[in-house]
């Protein structure tokens, strides 16, 4: 049963107006408003990624040996370093490592390839500051999950020396929305509808974009080679289905894969961490399965 913290946390979320429609300028300013400020102690650093704007995130006492590459979510039309200072901020306490938070370029503005061309960039600048491959992780959130899980394979077709371990915390791995979920959840996700994906999709993609390419929609790739993977997702998001069917698959390519489906929980609630008490034990999990991988 949800804690009474979620359950006040799921309330606020009913409140707010759910449209099919996307209002991007909105939908920016609302998500940099409540990202939240880092928790005591962990400060941030801004930082050129090799061109690419970011941040170092670091905790009092974190290895400096170890990173974590951080992509936010925002369906690929908004979301920044502001918008997960909260999540990220927890990420760096609880992992005791670096957090590399990144401002990837924003659809329709930049659509697709520039996210994960942003993405390989910022890895392989991490390489160049004294990181091996194998101390590095890659994780994100929802439309940043999905940008994780192609990070990886276009890491992989490239011949890159891959992370030691990735998370994607309710991915989305498919652009086409054909997930029973998106119908079956669709009365209890109080944050995200089939319509809205959909739309920031079309955006994403841009006019030549192709919704199978696995680079934009990873549902859709060769999965063999991968490393160690962490899925997590709630029960109650229409995203579920992109998680669960991105695991299946994966597995069956020979991929260590841990999936996690938490009963209750909605769309990214790690981002409530130090609020909620589930978000607060997923980022646990997320920890140990991190420093078990990376040998922190």
């Not at 809205?196 to 680079?215: C, I, Q, T, V, Y």
Request: avoid cysteine; charge should be negative; glycine fraction near 10%.
């Amino acid at each position: 049963m949800a804690s009474p913290q979620f359950e006040k946390f799921l309330g606020l979320l009913r409140k707010q107006p759910q449209s099919d429609q996307v209002d991007i300028e909105k939908m920016r300013v609302f998500q940099d408003r409540v990202g939240g400020k880092f928790p005591d102690g962990v400060v941030g650093t801004p930082v050129s990624a090799d061109g690419v704007p970011a941040e170092w995130i670091d905790a009092p006492g974190g290895r400096q040996d170890r990173a974590l590459l951080y992509l936010h979510g925002g369906g690929y039309v908004a979301g920044s370093i502001d918008s997960h200072r909260n999540l990220t901020g927890h990420l760096a306490k609880a992992l005791g490592i670096r957090v590399l938070a990144l401002d990837y370029r924003l659809a329709p503005e930049h659509p697709h390839p520039a996210q994960v061309q942003d993405a390989v960039k910022a890895y392989r600048w991490m390489l160049t500051q004294g990181l091996s491959a194998s101390g590095l992780s890659i994780a994100g959130d929802s439309a940043g999950g999905g940008l994780t899980l192609a990070t990886l394979l276009s890491l992989r077709d490239q011949g890159e020396a891959l992370p030691g371990a990735a998370i994607a915390i309710s991915p989305l791995t498919d652009l086409e929305g054909t997930g029973e979920s998106m119908t079956t959840r669709a009365a209890a996700d109080p944050m995200v509808s089939k319509g809205a994906l959909l739309e920031m999709a079309r955006m994403f993609l841009g006019d030549k974009g192709d919704p199978h390419d696995p680079l934009a929609a990873p549902l859709h790739g060769e999965l063999s080679g991968l490393p160690p993977l962490l899925i997590q997702v709630g029960d109650a998001e229409v995203l579920l289905d992109d998680a669960t069917r991105f695991a299946a698959k994966a597995e069956a390519a020979g991929v260590d894969v841990t999936l996690e489906v938490w009963p209750e929980m909605t769309h990214v609630w790690q981002a409530s961490a130090g609020f909620v008490p589930e978000s607060d034990e997923a980022i646990a999990k997320i920890a140990a399965f991190t420093r078990k991988h990376l040998a922190v």
